[in-house]
Nanobody
Framework: VQLVESGGGLVQAGGSLRLSCEVSGATVREYAFGWFRQGPGEERKGVSCIRERDNSISYADFVKGRFTISTDQVKNAVYLQMNDLDVADTAVYYC???????????????????WGQGTQVTVSS
C-alpha cells in the first residue's frame, strides 16, 4: 500500500486548506481510512476517520465543526477539508488505513504499508 499526502502549506489563522491522500495498493471501499497529525514535540494523534462502505465518520474533539473528511472511490483518495484553521493545527498530516472509523487512533491503523511522508500544515497567527 502506498499513500501520498498533499495539499498542505502555509496559511493564516482562520484560513482553509484541503488535504488529499492518494491511495494505491488498496481501495477506500475495502478499508476505513484516517487522517492523523503530529505537531512539533507532540505524539501522533488521530484527527478524523471514515469508512466509506457505511459512511461511518469520527472526528477528534479539537476539529469538530471545522474539518470534514471524505472519500472519492473513482480517484481512490481520501480528503480532509480544514476550515477555520488555528495555530494549534500546525502539524504534519498523514493518512493511513484503520481497522475502525470509530477507533481513530494511531494504535488502530492497519499494518499494511508504512506511514507516508505526510504533508506539512503551518498556520500563522
Amino acid at each position: 500500500v502506498q499513500l501520498v499526502e498533499s495539499g498542505g502549506g502555509l496559511v493564516q489563522a482562520g484560513g482553509s486548506l484541503r488535504l488529499s491522500c492518494e491511495v494505491s495498493g488498496a481501495t477506500v471501499r475495502e478499508y476505513a481510512f484516517g487522517w492523523f497529525r503530529q505537531g512539533p514535540g507532540e505524539e501522533r494523534k488521530g484527527v478524523s476517520c471514515i469508512r466509506e462502505r457505511d459512511n461511518s465518520i469520527s472526528y477528534a474533539d479539537f476539529v469538530k465543526g471545522r474539518f470534514t473528511i471524505s472519500t472519492d472511490q473513482v480517484k481512490n483518495a481520501v480528503y480532509l477539508q480544514m476550515n477555520d484553521l488555528d495555530v494549534a493545527d500546525t502539524a504534519v498530516y498523514y493518512c493511513k488505513p484503520v481497522y475502525s472509523a470509530a477507533y481513530c487512533s494511531p494504535n488502530g491503523v492497519v499494518g499494511i504499508g508504512s506511514w507516508g511522508q505526510g504533508t506539512q500544515v503551518t498556520v500563522s497567527s
